[in-house]
């Protein structure tokens, strides 16, 4: 049960590697180079990029996550008259806290959840800062973590502006 909360993560570790590869092999190439400005440009047009993968990666993942955090919740009677309950998904597995194997799913799961509504309390902070960004007056000489963040998740939606968006990306490849 575990193995399936924690297996779809394994994929950030390509993800994230490659990233810090690709600074490491721009901060390579860029060692005797004289213009600081391009290279800062290219690391922080890479770190939006990983940024947007992130963010896609935890929104496509979490629904799979609320799935497998119910999982000690489902249970179901067995036997007639009495009132034993099991884990649906593992009939061996009694619901009961006094069972240590339905304990520690409870407490993985009860985590869990707390960890994914965290995630998307934090969603919501960045697209709230993100709408204050291009609707307020702000520097744009470069686009913070949290817009490049959340800009796949809300192009094109209401409340996207796109000049304020375009203006930053402009002055950040310029």
């Not at 249970?75 to 069972?99: K, M, Q, Y």
Request: net charge positive.
């Amino acid at each position: 049960w575990l193995g399936f909360l924690s297996v779809p993560y394994g994929m950030l570790i390509p993800i994230s590697t490659a990233y810090v590869a690709s600074r490491f092999l721009m901060r390579w190439q860029h060692r005797h180079t004289t213009c600081p400005v391009a290279l800062a440009t290219k690391e922080h047009l890479l770190k939006n990029a990983f940024a947007r993968v992130l963010c896609m990666n935890a929104i496509l993942m979490l629904p799979f996550h609320y799935e497998q955090l119910l999982v000690p919740f489902c249970c179901i009677s067995r036997g007639s008259g009495e009132n034993l309950l099991f884990v649906a998904a593992n009939p061996s597995t009694r619901c009961s806290l006094s069972d240590p194997d339905y304990l520690v799913m409870v407490r993985i799961s009860i985590f869990g959840t707390i960890v994914c509504g965290s995630f998307y309390a934090m969603l919501i902070v960045v697209l709230w800062k993100s709408w204050k960004w291009q609707n307020m007056s702000h520097d744009r000489t470069s686009i913070p973590f949290y817009v490049s963040m959340v800009e796949v998740s809300v192009f094109g939606q209401r409340g996207y502006n796109k000049l304020a968006r375009d203006r930053g990306q402009h002055n950040v490849a310029a």
